[in-house]
Nanobody, 127 residues
Framework: QVQLVESGGGLVQAGNSLTLSCAAF????????MGWFRKAPGKEREFVAA????????YYADSVKGRFTTSRDNANNTVYLQMNSPKPDDTAVYYC????????????????????WGQGTQVTVSS
């Protein structure tokens, strides 16, 4: 069973940067895509970013494109979400997710395609 553990959340002032981490434990699949999602109070969970196992392919929601960057360190089983110029609208619980895949350039924004989820980390952006 894969366990994903997010960290790095907290309170940040609008315009300052914040980096989230997601560490994976117990992985047995050799390749996988990773995704970031978020859920704000009163809103549906939404896609934020995704990255393929090879890290050669990334995909972002329009709302964060140009401000957020996802990256991964496969040797250390960790994926990152760097949040630059965050806005109060970015306030949410952020989740990382893993999709088992045998395609190195696979990634997806569809939450139902992910096999494992972390417990989430709260990000609050103050104005």
């Amino acid at each position: 069973q894969v366990q994903l553990v997010e960290s790095g959340g907290g309170l940040v002032q609008a315009g300052n940067s914040l980096t989230l981490s997601c560490a994976a434990f117990g992985r047995t699949f050799s390749s996988y895509a990773m995704g970031w999602f978020r859920k704000a109070p009163g809103k549906e969970r939404e896609f934020v970013a995704a990255i393929s196992w090879s890290a050669g392919a990334t995909y972002y929601a329009d709302s964060v494109k140009g401000r957020f960057t996802t990256s991964r360190d496969n040797a250390n089983n960790t994926v990152y979400l760097q949040m630059n110029s965050p806005k109060p609208d970015d306030t949410a619980v952020y989740y990382c997710a893993e999709k088992n895949s045998n395609r190195p350039y696979d990634y997806t924004a569809r939450s139902y395609e992910y096999d494992y989820w972390g417990q989430g980390t709260q990000v609050t952006v103050s104005s």
